[in-house]
């Protein structure tokens, strides 16, 4: 369920009016708000690429001229240092809004002894890969990765797999109403105070488009189902290339 801001991966020729304007920060946030009228730029800055401005708006990366002529939506790469910039600041947004997103609103499989990784899930009670991923899930607790779910029906709110994550989450052992549903069981119908709905919204706001979603401690999307070798490997990967490694 990706809601992109604009249709596909594109130049836009903005109006003649700011080619004419003179060049500046100004100028290029206009011709971004001027394409995105109904949301707001989270964050303006200098991109990588000289001559370019960057623009943060809710999920999603946009790289404007500083004539402000050029809007691109894409992937910014770093063919050199072999790195995915545009993932890269994404990260940045995504890790601020998922550490501020409390633990008890989390439905979390630990490790016995002090976890060495932590990743967050986006999950959807009825998704087959899903509930693929968490028949691994002694497996990832044994490598020391601790995985925290959060609810993303991706039918949308009002929907049978949505039902089922809010009756899971009022059971009264969520672990194991959890696990059994993953396993293919109904979950009692319960009704009480959850946060299902914020999830979902959360997790359109952190750009997930599929499920299962998994996002590092560091923010960044490193797959949606992963093996438990496959995502040891993702989680080392990112511990290695943090500043000081």
């Not at 770093?78 to 890269?88: G, I, S």
């Not at 560091?218 to 290339?241: C, F, H, M, N, W």
């Amino acid at each position: 369920m990706k809601l992109p801001l604009i249709a596909a991966l594109a130049l836009f020729a903005v109006s003649p009016l700011l080619q004419a304007a003179d060049s500046g920060e100004a100028v290029a946030r206009a011709a971004v708000q001027k394409l995105i009228t109904s949301n707001k730029i989270d964050a303006f800055e200098k991109s990588p690429v000289p001559g370019y401005y960057q623009a943060v708006v809710g999920s999603q990366l946009l790289y404007v001229s500083e004539d402000g002529r050029y809007v691109l939506q894409g992937t910014l790469y770093d063919a050199d240092a072999k790195l995915d910039l545009t993932a890269k600041r994404l990260a940045r947004v995504n890790i601020a809004k998922l550490d501020a997103y409390p633990a008890s609103k989390r439905i979390t499989f630990a490790p016995s002894s002090k976890p060495k990784y932590k990743v967050t899930v986006f999950t959807d009670i009825d998704c087959g890969y899903c509930r693929k991923m968490h028949s691994h899930i002694e497996e990832y607790n044994a490598r020391g990765i601790q995985v925290d779910y959060l609810f993303f029906p991706r039918s949308g709110p009002g929907t049978p797999s949505f039902t089922k994550a809010v009756s899971v989450w009022c059971a009264k052992d969520q672990k194991q109403a959890f696990t059994a549903a993953k396993a293919g069981a109904n979950p009692e119908p319960k009704q009480c105070d959850n946060p299902v709905a914020e999830e979902f919204q959360l997790g359109i706001s952190v750009g997930v488009d599929g499920t299962p979603s998994v996002f590092a401690a560091d923010g960044s999307k490193i797959g949606g189902y992963l093996t438990p070798d496959q995502l040891q490997a993702q989680l080392e990967r990112v511990a290695a290339e943090k500043p000081g490694a």
